[in-house]
Nanobody, 114 residues
Framework: MQLQASGGGLVQAGDSLRLSCAAS????????MGWYRQAPGKQRDLVAT???????KYSDSAKGRFTISRDNAKNTVFLQMDSLRPKDTAVYYC?????????WGQGTLVTVSS
């Protein structure tokens, strides 16, 4: 399974971006799928995820501004990010976990200028 993340870029504070993560295989039956981010010099943190049963989880920072969604037919998960802030600047990674494996995408850089 390979994950291809895209959609990052340089935006200004208050702008929006939509990240996409396309999986090379079927995403049905995952245990966890979603987005994490890593800012320079910091650890990788959860942003928004689906877990089994379609339960969504958001970081406190993402709540109310970011929305995770997916298209099972296209094996793709999205992250709509609105009202972006400079503190959202990071490399965003998608992750897919199954019962047997844990996959990570290559990351897409989001830079938010003030």
């Amino acid at each position: 399974m390979q994950l291809q993340a895209s959609g990052g870029g340089l935006v200004q504070a208050g702008d929006s971006l939509r990240l996409s993560c396309a999986a090379s295989g079927n995403i049905v039956g995952f245990i966890l799928m979603g987005w994490y981010r890593q800012a320079p010099g910091k650890q990788r943190d959860l942003v928004a995820t689906y877990t089994a049963g379609d339960v969504t989880k958001y970081s406190d920072s993402a709540k109310g501004r970011f929305t995770i969604s997916r298209d099972n037919a296209k094996n793709t998960v999205f992250l709509q990010m609105d009202s972006l802030r400079p503190k959202d600047t990071a490399v965003y990674y998608c992750r897919l976990s199954t019962a047997d494996n844990d996959y990570w995408g290559q990351g897409t850089l989001v830079t938010v200028s003030s």
